[in-house]
């Protein structure tokens, strides 16, 4: 029913100015702003024309899980650049992540967390190693 309908995902954050920065100057992903007032809200255009939908939300909880996963070529080189740019990378139990904050598993892709100003949970991985 719903293979040839667009989607799109989305996710709240607790200051919309705050996250048109990060997620446009820090990652330098093409943000669109829609709307006024108590009902302005965010764009994102992924990679492949993707969008997702931003909106704020008073009582805005983190998301405990990763809301976005940005695969990469070069995971050390994403790393780099996302401390370069003021990012902590996110270190989680249970996960051994070396000097730079990269979790590498034998069979699976490296992997780098980080959170959004809001605190939502965002990735870097690379697949083919």
Do not use: C
Not at 69 to 90: H, M, P, Y
């Amino acid at each position: 029913m719903f293979g040839e309908t667009p989607a799109f995902s989305g996710f709240s954050v607790d200051d919309l100015d705050a996250a048109r920065r990060f997620y446009g100057e820090t990652l330098g992903l093409a943000v669109g702003e829609e709307g006024e007032g108590d009902m302005r809200m965010l764009f994102l255009t992924l990679a492949g024309g993707a969008r997702v939908f931003v909106y704020p939300k008073d009582n805005h909880t983190p998301a405990t899980f990763t809301i976005l996963n940005f695969a990469v070529d070069d995971i050390d080189r994403a790393v780099d650049d996302l401390t370069g740019r003021g990012v902590t990378l996110e270190r989680y139990e249970g996960f051994e992540a070396d000097a730079k904050g990269i979790v590498r598993v034998d069979g699976g892709p490296a992997i780098a967390w980080f959170t959004d100003p809001a605190g939502n949970v965002l990735s870097v991985l690379q697949e083919n190693r």
